[in-house]
Protein backbone atom coordinates (compact mmCIF):
# COMPACT_ATOMS: atom_id res chain seq x y z
CA UNK A 1 0.00 0.00 0.00
CA UNK A 2 1.35 3.49 -0.72
CA UNK A 3 2.28 5.55 1.65
CA UNK A 4 -0.18 7.69 2.56
CA UNK A 5 1.83 10.49 4.72
CA UNK A 6 3.44 11.67 1.03
CA UNK A 7 -0.35 13.42 0.65
CA UNK A 8 -0.91 14.89 3.76
CA UNK A 9 0.03 18.52 4.40
CA UNK A 10 1.60 18.99 7.93
CA UNK A 11 -1.17 20.51 10.42
CA UNK A 12 -0.48 24.31 10.64
CA UNK A 13 1.93 25.06 13.84
CA UNK A 14 -0.29 26.96 16.37
CA UNK A 15 -0.24 30.93 16.26
CA UNK A 16 1.63 32.45 19.42
CA UNK A 17 -0.47 35.30 21.37
CA UNK A 18 -0.23 38.83 20.00
CA UNK A 19 1.11 41.38 22.87
CA UNK A 20 -1.89 42.53 23.23
CA UNK A 21 -3.47 39.38 23.69
CA UNK A 22 -0.82 38.25 26.37
CA UNK A 23 -1.65 41.52 28.11
CA UNK A 24 -4.81 40.72 28.32
CA UNK A 25 -4.66 37.52 30.10
CA UNK A 26 -1.96 39.39 32.47
CA UNK A 27 -5.10 41.80 33.01
CA UNK A 28 -7.90 39.39 33.31
CA UNK A 29 -6.15 37.25 36.26
CA UNK A 30 -5.71 40.43 37.98
CA UNK A 31 -8.82 41.58 37.97
CA UNK A 32 -10.09 38.64 39.20
CA UNK A 33 -8.66 39.27 42.39
CA UNK A 34 -9.88 42.75 42.71
CA UNK A 35 -13.91 43.67 44.41
CA UNK A 36 -16.25 44.76 41.83
CA UNK A 37 -15.41 48.80 41.31
CA UNK A 38 -12.36 49.13 42.59
CA UNK A 39 -10.04 50.99 39.96
CA UNK A 40 -7.43 49.64 37.79
CA UNK A 41 -3.73 51.11 37.27
CA UNK A 42 -3.69 53.75 34.20
CA UNK A 43 -2.41 53.03 31.16
CA UNK A 44 0.80 54.42 32.16
CA UNK A 45 1.65 52.25 34.98
CA UNK A 46 0.55 49.26 33.31
CA UNK A 47 3.05 50.27 30.24
CA UNK A 48 5.73 50.55 32.89
CA UNK A 49 5.45 47.81 35.01
CA UNK A 50 4.74 45.14 32.02
CA UNK A 51 6.95 46.91 29.40
CA UNK A 52 5.48 47.29 26.62
CA UNK A 53 3.51 49.92 24.33
CA UNK A 54 0.97 51.88 25.39
CA UNK A 55 -1.24 51.16 22.61
CA UNK A 56 -0.82 47.12 23.30
CA UNK A 57 -2.41 48.15 27.07
CA UNK A 58 -5.10 50.33 25.21
CA UNK A 59 -5.64 47.50 22.70
CA UNK A 60 -5.78 44.80 25.91
CA UNK A 61 -8.21 47.21 28.38
CA UNK A 62 -10.67 47.73 25.28
CA UNK A 63 -10.32 43.67 24.74
CA UNK A 64 -11.05 43.32 28.87
CA UNK A 65 -14.13 46.51 28.11
CA UNK A 66 -15.73 43.77 25.52
CA UNK A 67 -15.80 41.35 27.13
CA UNK A 68 -17.85 42.93 30.40
CA UNK A 69 -14.72 42.79 32.63
CA UNK A 70 -13.69 46.33 32.85
CA UNK A 71 -16.03 49.77 33.14
CA UNK A 72 -14.28 52.19 31.57
CA UNK A 73 -15.36 56.21 32.39
CA UNK A 74 -13.61 58.45 30.34
CA UNK A 75 -11.88 61.65 32.36
CA UNK A 76 -12.80 59.31 35.57
CA UNK A 77 -10.37 55.91 35.25
CA UNK A 78 -10.91 52.28 34.65
CA UNK A 79 -13.06 50.29 37.39
CA UNK A 80 -13.73 46.51 37.69
CA UNK A 81 -16.93 45.65 36.17
CA UNK A 82 -19.86 44.30 38.37
CA UNK A 83 -20.59 40.70 38.05
CA UNK A 84 -23.40 40.34 35.55
CA UNK A 85 -26.76 40.13 36.85
CA UNK A 86 -28.86 37.41 36.37
CA UNK A 87 -32.01 37.11 34.19
CA UNK A 88 -35.53 37.87 34.94
CA UNK A 89 -37.30 33.90 34.97
CA UNK A 90 -39.22 34.12 32.27
CA UNK A 91 -42.20 31.74 31.39
CA UNK A 92 -41.87 30.65 27.56
CA UNK A 93 -44.24 27.79 27.96
CA UNK A 94 -47.05 29.17 26.19
CA UNK A 95 -45.08 28.63 22.97
CA UNK A 96 -45.87 25.51 23.00
CA UNK A 97 -49.26 25.55 22.50
CA UNK A 98 -48.98 27.50 19.29
CA UNK A 99 -46.41 25.57 17.90
CA UNK A 100 -47.97 22.28 18.76
CA UNK A 101 -46.30 18.61 18.79
CA UNK A 102 -42.52 18.79 17.30
CA UNK A 103 -40.91 15.28 17.40
CA UNK A 104 -36.95 15.03 18.62
CA UNK A 105 -36.32 13.01 15.57
CA UNK A 106 -32.67 11.41 15.64
CA UNK A 107 -31.39 13.52 12.79
CA UNK A 108 -31.42 16.62 14.80
CA UNK A 109 -28.55 15.54 17.15
CA UNK A 110 -26.29 14.63 14.04
CA UNK A 111 -26.29 18.45 12.86
CA UNK A 112 -24.50 19.04 16.50
CA UNK A 113 -20.14 19.87 15.91
CA UNK A 114 -17.80 18.00 18.13
CA UNK A 115 -16.16 20.01 20.96
CA UNK A 116 -12.69 20.98 20.44
CA UNK A 117 -10.14 17.92 21.79
CA UNK A 118 -12.31 15.73 20.36
CA UNK A 119 -11.67 13.08 17.62
CA UNK A 120 -13.89 13.95 14.99
CA UNK A 121 -14.99 10.78 13.13
CA UNK A 122 -18.80 12.36 12.19
CA UNK A 123 -18.09 15.15 10.23
CA UNK A 124 -18.13 14.89 6.46
CA UNK A 125 -15.90 18.09 6.25
CA UNK A 126 -12.32 17.40 5.32
CA UNK A 127 -10.44 18.81 8.27
CA UNK A 128 -7.64 21.58 7.89
CA UNK A 129 -4.76 19.46 6.68
CA UNK A 130 -7.00 18.52 3.83
CA UNK A 131 -8.72 21.84 3.11
CA UNK A 132 -7.18 24.20 0.06
CA UNK A 133 -6.58 26.51 2.88
CA UNK A 134 -3.89 28.56 0.71
CA UNK A 135 -5.94 28.17 -2.28
CA UNK A 136 -8.30 29.92 -0.97
CA UNK A 137 -6.63 32.52 0.55
CA UNK A 138 -4.77 33.62 -2.80
CA UNK A 139 -8.67 33.67 -3.93
CA UNK A 140 -9.81 35.71 -1.70
CA UNK A 141 -7.55 38.49 -2.13
CA UNK A 142 -7.57 38.41 -5.71
CA UNK A 143 -11.46 38.99 -6.13
CA UNK A 144 -12.15 40.97 -2.59
CA UNK A 145 -11.39 44.03 -5.35
CA UNK A 146 -13.64 43.05 -7.95
CA UNK A 147 -16.47 45.86 -7.23
CA UNK A 148 -19.03 43.87 -9.88
CA UNK A 149 -18.72 41.47 -6.85
CA UNK A 150 -19.89 43.50 -4.03
CA UNK A 151 -23.46 44.33 -6.12
CA UNK A 152 -26.54 43.00 -6.98
CA UNK A 153 -26.18 39.59 -9.13
CA UNK A 154 -28.93 37.52 -11.12
CA UNK A 155 -30.70 35.33 -9.03
CA UNK A 156 -29.55 32.34 -11.14
CA UNK A 157 -26.17 33.23 -10.57
CA UNK A 158 -22.91 34.41 -11.43
CA UNK A 159 -22.57 33.54 -15.61
CA UNK A 160 -19.24 32.45 -15.87
CA UNK A 161 -19.69 29.88 -13.01
CA UNK A 162 -22.49 28.86 -13.91
CA UNK A 163 -20.92 28.21 -17.49
CA UNK A 164 -18.54 26.09 -15.69
CA UNK A 165 -21.01 23.97 -13.55
CA UNK A 166 -22.41 23.44 -16.96
CA UNK A 167 -19.34 21.66 -18.78
CA UNK A 168 -18.92 20.23 -14.91
CA UNK A 169 -21.84 18.38 -15.60
CA UNK A 170 -20.96 17.59 -19.02
CA UNK A 171 -23.56 16.27 -21.69
CA UNK A 172 -25.69 18.63 -23.29
CA UNK A 173 -26.42 21.06 -19.96
CA UNK A 174 -26.12 24.47 -20.38
CA UNK A 175 -25.43 27.72 -18.08
CA UNK A 176 -29.39 28.68 -18.77
CA UNK A 177 -30.40 25.43 -17.13
CA UNK A 178 -27.94 26.62 -13.89
CA UNK A 179 -29.38 27.67 -10.19
CA UNK A 180 -25.95 29.41 -7.91
CA UNK A 181 -27.55 28.33 -4.66
CA UNK A 182 -26.16 28.52 -0.72
CA UNK A 183 -24.95 24.97 -0.65
CA UNK A 184 -25.70 21.50 -0.71
CA UNK A 185 -28.33 21.54 1.75
CA UNK A 186 -30.37 24.64 0.39
CA UNK A 187 -30.03 23.21 -2.79
CA UNK A 188 -32.08 19.88 -1.41
CA UNK A 189 -34.34 22.42 -0.29
CA UNK A 190 -35.26 24.18 -2.85
CA UNK A 191 -35.70 21.07 -5.06
CA UNK A 192 -37.60 19.44 -2.51
CA UNK A 193 -40.38 22.66 -1.95
CA UNK A 194 -40.22 22.89 -5.92
CA UNK A 195 -41.04 19.31 -6.42
CA UNK A 196 -43.62 18.65 -3.69
CA UNK A 197 -46.70 19.55 -2.41
CA UNK A 198 -46.56 20.22 1.55
CA UNK A 199 -47.68 16.79 2.92
CA UNK A 200 -47.06 15.17 -0.65
CA UNK A 201 -44.66 11.87 -0.42
CA UNK A 202 -41.39 11.61 -1.64
CA UNK A 203 -39.32 8.37 -1.97
CA UNK A 204 -35.59 7.71 -0.58
CA UNK A 205 -32.84 4.91 -0.24
CA UNK A 206 -32.82 3.61 2.90
CA UNK A 207 -30.58 4.61 4.74
CA UNK A 208 -30.01 7.65 3.65
CA UNK A 209 -28.67 11.22 4.33
CA UNK A 210 -29.96 12.79 7.89
CA UNK A 211 -29.74 16.50 6.62
CA UNK A 212 -32.33 15.21 3.37
CA UNK A 213 -34.53 13.85 5.85
CA UNK A 214 -34.20 16.77 8.50
CA UNK A 215 -35.67 18.96 5.15
CA UNK A 216 -38.24 16.51 4.02
CA UNK A 217 -39.68 16.14 7.94
CA UNK A 218 -39.81 19.97 7.70
CA UNK A 219 -41.18 20.76 4.89
CA UNK A 220 -44.27 17.83 6.41
CA UNK A 221 -43.47 15.53 3.60
CA UNK A 222 -44.38 11.65 3.75
CA UNK A 223 -40.84 9.78 3.43
CA UNK A 224 -41.49 6.72 1.73
CA UNK A 225 -38.20 3.83 2.44
CA UNK A 226 -36.50 2.06 -0.31
CA UNK A 227 -33.90 -0.41 0.51
CA UNK A 228 -30.09 -0.33 -1.23
CA UNK A 229 -27.93 -3.20 -1.77
CA UNK A 230 -24.33 -3.29 -2.89
CA UNK A 231 -25.63 -1.96 -6.43
CA UNK A 232 -27.61 0.66 -4.81
CA UNK A 233 -31.86 1.55 -4.55
CA UNK A 234 -33.44 -1.50 -5.50
CA UNK A 235 -35.14 -1.10 -8.98
CA UNK A 236 -37.98 -3.54 -8.20
CA UNK A 237 -38.84 -2.26 -4.92
CA UNK A 238 -38.66 1.61 -6.05
CA UNK A 239 -41.61 0.70 -8.78
CA UNK A 240 -44.01 -1.26 -5.61
CA UNK A 241 -42.99 2.13 -4.03
CA UNK A 242 -44.11 4.45 -6.41
CA UNK A 243 -47.41 2.27 -7.27
CA UNK A 244 -48.40 2.32 -3.57
CA UNK A 245 -47.63 5.48 -2.38
CA UNK A 246 -48.48 7.47 -5.32
CA UNK A 247 -45.35 9.51 -5.33
CA UNK A 248 -43.94 11.62 -8.13
CA UNK A 249 -40.53 12.48 -6.25
CA UNK A 250 -37.57 10.05 -5.93
CA UNK A 251 -34.29 11.06 -4.10
CA UNK A 252 -30.98 9.73 -4.01
CA UNK A 253 -27.48 9.76 -3.98
CA UNK A 254 -26.54 7.04 -7.08
CA UNK A 255 -23.05 7.69 -6.18
CA UNK A 256 -20.97 6.51 -2.93
CA UNK A 257 -24.75 7.10 -1.11
CA UNK A 258 -24.14 8.49 2.60
CA UNK A 259 -23.85 6.70 4.58
CA UNK A 260 -24.08 2.92 2.90
CA UNK A 261 -21.67 3.61 0.62
CA UNK A 262 -23.27 1.41 -2.44
CA UNK A 263 -23.29 3.46 -5.78
CA UNK A 264 -25.69 2.85 -8.11
CA UNK A 265 -24.64 -0.22 -10.85
CA UNK A 266 -24.66 0.76 -14.49
CA UNK A 267 -27.75 -1.78 -15.10
CA UNK A 268 -29.42 -0.60 -11.96
CA UNK A 269 -29.10 3.48 -12.91
CA UNK A 270 -31.00 2.41 -16.56
CA UNK A 271 -33.75 0.49 -14.34
CA UNK A 272 -34.06 3.81 -11.92
CA UNK A 273 -34.83 5.62 -15.14
CA UNK A 274 -36.98 3.71 -17.20
CA UNK A 275 -39.14 2.77 -13.59
CA UNK A 276 -39.03 6.85 -12.72
CA UNK A 277 -40.53 7.53 -16.37
CA UNK A 278 -43.21 5.04 -16.70
CA UNK A 279 -44.60 6.43 -13.64
CA UNK A 280 -44.04 10.07 -14.50
CA UNK A 281 -41.45 11.23 -11.41
CA UNK A 282 -38.92 13.37 -10.67
CA UNK A 283 -35.49 11.90 -9.36
CA UNK A 284 -33.55 14.72 -7.21
CA UNK A 285 -29.57 13.47 -8.04
CA UNK A 286 -27.74 14.77 -5.51
CA UNK A 287 -24.42 14.03 -6.68
CA UNK A 288 -22.47 15.53 -3.24
CA UNK A 289 -19.65 13.27 -3.27
CA UNK A 290 -18.43 14.01 -7.56
CA UNK A 291 -14.97 14.45 -6.20
CA UNK A 292 -14.30 12.59 -3.45
CA UNK A 293 -13.73 9.45 -5.58
CA UNK A 294 -10.74 7.23 -4.41
CA UNK A 295 -9.30 6.68 -7.48
CA UNK A 296 -9.84 9.34 -10.44
CA UNK A 297 -13.15 7.21 -12.20
CA UNK A 298 -15.89 8.69 -11.68
CA UNK A 299 -19.98 7.74 -12.84
CA UNK A 300 -21.19 10.09 -15.24
CA UNK A 301 -24.10 12.37 -13.58
CA UNK A 302 -27.61 10.45 -14.67
CA UNK A 303 -28.99 14.07 -15.70
CA UNK A 304 -27.02 13.06 -19.22
CA UNK A 305 -29.34 10.27 -19.48
CA UNK A 306 -32.67 11.49 -18.60
CA UNK A 307 -35.29 13.86 -20.59
CA UNK A 308 -35.79 16.31 -18.14
CA UNK A 309 -36.36 13.73 -15.79
CA UNK A 310 -33.52 14.00 -13.54
CA UNK A 311 -32.40 17.57 -11.48
CA UNK A 312 -28.79 17.50 -10.72
CA UNK A 313 -27.39 18.87 -7.41
CA UNK A 314 -23.81 19.49 -7.01
CA UNK A 315 -21.82 21.19 -3.99
CA UNK A 316 -18.31 22.57 -3.97
CA UNK A 317 -18.32 22.15 -0.06
CA UNK A 318 -17.45 18.98 0.55
CA UNK A 319 -14.15 19.60 -1.37
CA UNK A 320 -13.06 22.59 -0.26
CA UNK A 321 -14.31 24.14 2.73
CA UNK A 322 -17.28 24.40 5.37
CA UNK A 323 -17.81 27.95 4.79
CA UNK A 324 -17.43 27.95 0.97
CA UNK A 325 -21.22 27.67 0.91
CA UNK A 326 -21.50 27.12 -3.05
CA UNK A 327 -23.83 24.71 -4.92
CA UNK A 328 -25.37 24.52 -8.31
CA UNK A 329 -29.01 22.95 -9.22
CA UNK A 330 -28.87 22.03 -12.91
CA UNK A 331 -32.48 21.57 -14.14
CA UNK A 332 -34.39 21.98 -17.49
CA UNK A 333 -38.15 22.80 -18.64
CA UNK A 334 -41.16 24.57 -16.50
CA UNK A 335 -39.36 23.54 -13.14
CA UNK A 336 -36.21 25.81 -13.62
CA UNK A 337 -38.70 28.59 -13.61
CA UNK A 338 -40.13 27.44 -10.40
CA UNK A 339 -36.88 26.96 -8.56
CA UNK A 340 -36.13 30.07 -9.87
CA UNK A 341 -38.54 32.19 -8.55
CA UNK A 342 -38.13 30.17 -4.85
CA UNK A 343 -34.72 31.51 -4.65
CA UNK A 344 -35.84 34.75 -5.74
CA UNK A 345 -38.10 34.82 -3.03
CA UNK A 346 -35.82 33.00 -0.35
CA UNK A 347 -32.94 35.61 -0.38
CA UNK A 348 -33.06 37.08 -3.61
CA UNK A 349 -29.48 35.93 -4.83
CA UNK A 350 -26.05 34.02 -3.71
CA UNK A 351 -23.14 36.82 -2.25
CA UNK A 352 -21.31 37.81 -5.28
CA UNK A 353 -18.13 37.35 -3.03
CA UNK A 354 -18.62 33.32 -2.25
CA UNK A 355 -19.80 32.96 -6.03
CA UNK A 356 -16.33 35.30 -7.29
CA UNK A 357 -14.33 33.16 -4.52
CA UNK A 358 -16.04 29.66 -5.83
CA UNK A 359 -15.19 30.60 -9.87
CA UNK A 360 -11.66 31.06 -8.46
CA UNK A 361 -10.90 28.20 -6.56
CA UNK A 362 -12.06 26.16 -9.47
CA UNK A 363 -10.69 27.70 -12.19
CA UNK A 364 -7.22 27.61 -10.75
CA UNK A 365 -4.17 25.85 -12.13
CA UNK A 366 -4.24 24.47 -8.25
CA UNK A 367 -7.61 23.22 -8.39
CA UNK A 368 -6.89 19.31 -10.01
CA UNK A 369 -3.99 18.44 -7.92
CA UNK A 370 -6.01 19.54 -4.96
CA UNK A 371 -8.54 17.39 -5.75
CA UNK A 372 -5.70 14.28 -6.67
CA UNK A 373 -4.32 14.82 -3.15
CA UNK A 374 -7.97 15.12 -1.96
CA UNK A 375 -8.44 11.44 -3.29
CA UNK A 376 -4.82 10.54 -1.78
CA UNK A 377 -5.67 11.10 1.76
CA UNK A 378 -9.85 10.11 1.36
CA UNK A 379 -8.02 6.23 -0.09
CA UNK A 380 -5.18 6.27 3.06
CA UNK A 381 -7.92 6.83 5.75
CA UNK A 382 -10.83 4.24 4.37
CA UNK A 383 -7.97 1.75 4.45
CA UNK A 384 -6.76 2.98 8.16
CA UNK A 385 -10.36 3.16 9.29
CA UNK A 386 -10.94 -0.06 7.42
CA UNK A 387 -8.01 -1.85 9.47
CA UNK A 388 -8.55 -0.51 12.66
CA UNK A 389 -11.90 -1.82 12.74
CA UNK A 390 -10.97 -5.21 12.38
CA UNK A 391 -8.26 -4.48 15.11
CA UNK A 392 -9.94 -2.87 17.57
CA UNK A 393 -13.60 -3.58 16.78
CA UNK A 394 -13.74 -6.94 15.48
CA UNK A 395 -17.31 -7.44 16.24
CA UNK A 396 -18.25 -4.73 14.09
CA UNK A 397 -18.97 -5.34 10.64
CA UNK A 398 -18.89 -3.25 7.12
CA UNK A 399 -20.72 -4.51 4.93
CA UNK A 400 -19.60 -2.44 1.94
CA UNK A 401 -16.18 -0.48 1.69
CA UNK A 402 -16.79 2.01 -0.87
CA UNK A 403 -14.02 3.58 -3.23
CA UNK A 404 -15.32 7.09 -2.85
CA UNK A 405 -17.07 9.35 -0.59
CA UNK A 406 -16.37 9.51 3.46
CA UNK A 407 -18.83 7.27 5.21
CA UNK A 408 -18.22 3.45 6.43
CA UNK A 409 -21.50 2.15 7.31
CA UNK A 410 -20.56 0.20 10.41
CA UNK A 411 -23.28 -2.71 11.72
CA UNK A 412 -22.92 -3.38 15.50
CA UNK A 413 -22.76 -6.71 16.88
CA UNK A 414 -25.87 -7.62 18.63
CA UNK A 415 -26.66 -5.91 22.19
CA UNK A 416 -24.93 -2.49 21.05
CA UNK A 417 -27.59 0.27 20.77
CA UNK A 418 -26.10 3.18 18.38
CA UNK A 419 -27.38 5.87 20.56
CA UNK A 420 -25.86 4.94 23.45
CA UNK A 421 -22.36 3.74 21.56
CA UNK A 422 -22.53 7.33 20.37
CA UNK A 423 -23.10 9.14 23.78
CA UNK A 424 -20.86 6.90 25.16
CA UNK A 425 -17.44 7.61 22.59
CA UNK A 426 -18.42 11.28 22.85
CA UNK A 427 -17.94 11.40 26.78
CA UNK A 428 -14.47 9.57 25.83
CA UNK A 429 -13.47 11.82 23.05
CA UNK A 430 -14.49 10.72 19.98
CA UNK A 431 -17.57 11.59 17.71
CA UNK A 432 -19.10 9.38 15.82
CA UNK A 433 -23.06 9.23 14.61
CA UNK A 434 -25.52 6.60 15.63
CA UNK A 435 -26.87 4.92 12.71
CA UNK A 436 -31.26 6.11 13.94
CA UNK A 437 -30.45 9.24 12.25
CA UNK A 438 -30.39 7.81 8.94
CA UNK A 439 -33.22 5.82 8.78
CA UNK A 440 -36.42 7.55 6.91
CA UNK A 441 -39.31 4.58 9.10
CA UNK A 442 -37.63 3.35 11.73
CA UNK A 443 -34.32 1.34 11.93
CA UNK A 444 -33.51 -2.34 10.63
CA UNK A 445 -30.89 -2.80 12.93
CA UNK A 446 -28.40 -0.95 14.98
CA UNK A 447 -25.02 1.21 12.87
CA UNK A 448 -22.73 4.04 13.15
CA UNK A 449 -21.93 6.22 10.75
CA UNK A 450 -17.78 6.47 10.76
CA UNK A 451 -16.61 9.24 8.43
CA UNK A 452 -13.21 9.65 7.68
CA UNK A 453 -13.19 13.11 6.56
CA UNK A 454 -12.58 14.91 9.47
CA UNK A 455 -10.02 13.18 11.19
CA UNK A 456 -6.15 12.97 9.85
CA UNK A 457 -4.38 9.83 9.34
CA UNK A 458 -3.10 9.40 12.90
CA UNK A 459 -5.77 10.09 14.80
CA UNK A 460 -8.59 7.36 12.91
CA UNK A 461 -7.02 4.25 15.07
CA UNK A 462 -6.74 6.33 17.97
CA UNK A 463 -10.44 6.79 17.39
CA UNK A 464 -11.55 3.22 16.49
CA UNK A 465 -9.93 2.11 19.34
CA UNK A 466 -11.98 4.61 21.77
CA UNK A 467 -14.97 3.71 19.85
CA UNK A 468 -14.45 -0.64 20.10
CA UNK A 469 -14.14 -0.22 23.94
CA UNK A 470 -17.11 2.31 24.32
CA UNK A 471 -19.00 -0.63 22.79
CA UNK A 472 -17.92 -2.79 25.20
CA UNK A 473 -19.46 0.11 27.79
CA UNK A 474 -22.20 0.12 25.75
CA UNK A 475 -23.60 -3.87 25.82
CA UNK A 476 -22.47 -4.16 29.84
CA UNK A 477 -24.91 -0.81 30.20
CA UNK A 478 -27.58 -2.40 28.28
CA UNK A 479 -27.60 -6.23 29.72
CA UNK A 480 -27.56 -4.54 33.07
CA UNK A 481 -30.97 -3.13 32.07
Not at 87 to 103: C, E, K, S
Not at 121 to 134: I, K, S
Request: hydrophobic share 45%.
Amino acid sequence: MEKSNATRKPAPAARKPRADERVADELRARVAKLAPGAMVPSVREITKELAVSPVTVQRALTQLAREGVLDPRPGVGTFVAPPPSAPAARDDAWQLAVLGAWADAPEGRAFEMATAGHIDLGTGYLDTTAQPVELMARAARRIVGNARLWGRLPVEGLEDLRHWFARDVGGDASASEVLVVPGGQAAIATTLRALCPYGGTVITESPTYFGALAVMRTLGLRVWPVPVDDEGMRADQLESALRASQARVVYLQPQWSNPSGASLSASRRRDVLDVCARAGAFIIEDDYARDLGHTPTATTPMFRESDGRVVYLRSLTKTTVPGLRVAAIVARGPVFARLRAMRAAEDMFLSGLLQGLALEVVTASAWEPHKRAVRAALRARCAAAVSALREHFPAARVAKIPDGGFSLWVALPAGTEDASLARIAYERGVRVNEGSAWFPAGKSADFVRLSIAGATLEEIPRGVAILGRAAESARRAARRR
